[in-house]
């Protein structure tokens, strides 16, 4: 892993970093007048793994973690390159949603990305596998 477990592990430091900076001005501002800006940072966060995803090798710390994917690299691979781009796309569309649309719908909307980005990965995983497993078995 070397290099990228460095940088995905200095983009979440500064992630939280941020946010905390911003949490300590609130409670001096006593008041939060825009909240989205932490979404905005979520958003941004997630857009910058998508971008690691794609390079990660197999391991047991980081990345799409199922059954099919650490039971075969191809499939990792696959599941991987598909990831980044999803985690990438979703990353800017939530920052985007967080400079357009008011708060209580930025949350819903939030889940609903979070939940596609989650579960493309891991339906897209098992039919790599299955494809893979026909192929292995020479069918």
Avoid at 10 to 19: A, D, K
Avoid at 57 to 65: A, E, K, S, V
Avoid at 104 to 131: A, D
Wanted: proline share 3%; glycine share 10%.
């Amino acid at each position: 892993m070397g290099g990228k477990y460095y940088s995905i592990r200095f983009i979440m430091g500064l992630f939280i970093s941020l946010v905390l900076t911003y949490l300590v001005y609130l409670s001096n501002a006593g008041s939060a007048k825009d909240p989205s800006i932490v979404i905005t940072l979520v958003g941004g966060m997630i857009a910058l793994l998508g971008n690691y995803f794609q390079t990660l090798r197999p391991n047991y710390f980081m990345g799409i973690r199922t059954p099919w994917t650490l039971g075969n690299e191809t499939v990792w691979r696959k599941t991987h390159k598909l990831s980044g781009l999803v985690w990438m796309v979703g990353g800017c569309v939530i920052i985007i949603l967080s400079l357009v649309i008011r708060f209580s719908w930025l949350l819903i909307s939030l889940g609903v990305i979070v939940f596609i980005m989650v579960i493309i990965p891991i339906l897209y995983s098992y039919t790599e596998f299955i494809k893979e497993k026909k192929i292995s078995n020479g069918l």
